[in-house]
Every structure is written in structure tokens, then in C-alpha cells.
């Protein structure tokens, strides 16, 4: 499977670190939305769906996380553990999230707004569609 990343630069200093995101710069797409993940349950998945119509990244802000991606053929995990590694997930790929240390804090930007019909929440319709595409 073909898993992008987006390389940002992470300003380190005394005070502490800085990274900064900018629409059609450093991020490949005109950010609508942008949502934080925290305070996450360490024992538990989220994710379980994908998308219809949808780019986004993931970037761990701080701690560390894993990312499964499957797309209908292929599954892999991926490990998010620094601010300087963003994770890009375009539409039709399953995600689940896990394996989250407990100060994990995870960034996502994404291109469309919130719209929960735009989620395939059921992974057997998901590969019905890829299947089909
Ligand atoms: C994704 C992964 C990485 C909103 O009201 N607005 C929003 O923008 C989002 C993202 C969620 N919500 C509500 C919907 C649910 O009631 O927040 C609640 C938790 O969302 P969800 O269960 O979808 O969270 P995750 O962590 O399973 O999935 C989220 C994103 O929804 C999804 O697009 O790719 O993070």
C-alpha cells in the first residue's frame, strides 16, 4: 500500500516546540477542519471506518500512537511518535487507531467538514465498495 507522509519542521527550543501547518504550504490540501484527539483510553481501537470523501492528516502532537490502514487488499500498521511525522489518509481507507500512550495527543487536519454520512462504518460494506470500484 502507498502510505504518504508529510515532513514538518518541529521549532525546539528552551521554551519548548513549535510546529506550523499552512493550507496548499506544507499541508497538500485547503484545511476546512481541524480536530484533536486526547485523553484517549489506552486498552481501547477507535477509528473502525473509512471515508467516502475525505483527505486528512494525523499528526501525534505529543506521546505516541499506532494507525492501521487497510485498503480492502493490504492492511499495515504505522507508528505515530513524533510531531516532525504527519500521516496522510485519503478516502476509502479503514482506520483504526490504538495502542495510544497515555499522554497522547493527536492533531488532524482535514479537508471537507464534519459530515457523519460521509463515514463507512461497516467493514464489510467497505470492501463491498472497493471491490466494486
Ligand atoms: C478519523 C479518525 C482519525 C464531531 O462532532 N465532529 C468532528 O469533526 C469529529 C471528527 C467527530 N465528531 C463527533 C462524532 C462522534 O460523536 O465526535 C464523536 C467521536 O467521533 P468518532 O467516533 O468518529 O472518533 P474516531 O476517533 O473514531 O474517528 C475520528 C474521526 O471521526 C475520523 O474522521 O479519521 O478520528
Known sequence: ???????????????????????????????????CIFKTNTELRRGFHAHKNLNQVL????????????????????????????????DFIWREIFDFSSDCVIMVLADNFYDESDYIRDYDEFLKIIKNY
Open 1 to 35: 500500500m502507498n502510505i504518504n507522509f508529510l515532513e514538518v519542521d518541529v521549532f525546539n527550543n528552551e521554551a519548548g516546540s513549535l510546529i506550523s501547518l499552512e493550507a496548499k504550504k506544507n499541508v497538500p490540501f485547503e484545511i476546512k477542519r481541524v480536530y
Open 59 to 90: 499528526i501525534c502532537v505529543n506521546g505516541s500512537c499506532k494507525v492501521l490502514l487497510d485498503d480492502g487488499y493490504e492492511r499495515t500498521n504505522i507508528e505515530l511518535s513524533s510531531p516532525s511525522k504527519g500521516l496522510i489518509i485519503k
